[in-house]
């Protein structure tokens, strides 16, 4: 079977790419998949530290320059995933050819069933590198119309590039009454919402401390929405439902 490659992408920053990519990659790692996490927002790299990994002498940057190879920029994180981070040294990132990040992917392919890249903001050179390198696309956004209107301009480039939507993880929801409805964004993405997950302290409490919610706080709301997401990605539900299937088939007659 081939691994999936998943870019996780949303238009506007700030609205928890690197959450999400984080905690569901954990979710998953812990659910016995092969997870491997690919910190792609190379100006602004920061799964490290929301993973609370920073002790990575060697990154993508390096390898991505050339000056080092992929094998020596993987790092074992929680639950056994895999992580390849990148750096925070400007001058290696000045340095970065983001062309080369294509093959690295397929080489990182090899031993995984799954691999996250964790994509920058903006629709700029280095968002695009990390989209060209994936098959499938998950879009983060948060309901305010700005997040939204820039989700919209990722799917649409999703789609040109001929990426598998998977849909959408509207972060942050607080349910109050301001706020567009998760119908509402459905509709104006056009796309499913495949996952909401709450605005939570613990997530904030979290990244202060460099500690992915999921670890430390796992039974929060949010870390049980980070779980629903990853039995969603790994097609868990549709194996419910296939099960179900069989059963009424037996039972059924
Ligand atoms: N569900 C949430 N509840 C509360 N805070 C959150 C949530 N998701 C993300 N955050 C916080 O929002 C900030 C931005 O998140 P981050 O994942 O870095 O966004 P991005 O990668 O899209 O720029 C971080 O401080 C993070 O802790
Ligand atoms: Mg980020």
């Known amino acids: 079977m081939t691994a999936r490659t998943i870019a996780i992408a949303s238009g506007k920053g700030g609205v928890g790419k690197t959450t999400v990519c984080a905690n569901v990659s954990i979710a998953l790692a812990q659910m016995g998949k092969k997870i491997t996490l690919l910190d792609a927002d190379l100006a602004m790299a920061n799964l490290g530290i929301t993973l609370g990994m920073e002790d990575t002498p060697v990154t ?49 392919l090899q031993d995984t069933d799954m691999l996250l890249i964790d994509a920058p903001g903006g629709l700029g050179k280095n968002v695009l590198g990390a989209m060209i390198s994936a098959a499938e696309l998950l879009i983060v956004t948060m309901p305010d119309p700005s997040a939204l209107a820039d989700a919209l301009k990722t799917k649409l480039v999703g789609k040109r590039l001929n990426m598998e939507i998977l849909g959408v993880v509207l972060n942050m929801v607080r349910g109050d009454k301001a706020e567009v409805t998760s119908e509402e964004v459905s509709v104006l993405l056009d796309s499913p919402i495949l996952q909401s997950i709450p605005y939570d302290d613990n997530v904030k409490r979290g990244s202060v401390e460099g500690k992915p919610v999921l670890l430390r706080n796992p039974d929060s709301p949010a870390s049980k929405a980070f779980k629903k997401l990853a039995a969603i990605l790994a097609g868990e539900e549709i194996k419910e439902e296939e099960k179900q299937g069989f059963f009424k088939k037996i039972f059924g007659r």
């Open 60 to 108: 993508l940057h390096e390898v991505l320059s050339g000056d080092a190879n992929i094998e020596d920029a993987i790092y074992e994180g929680p639950a056994g995933l895999r992580f390849v981070p990148s750096g925070l040294s400007l001058d290696a990132f000045l340095r970065v050819d983001v062309e080369k990040l294509k093959p690295i992917v397929s080489t990182l």
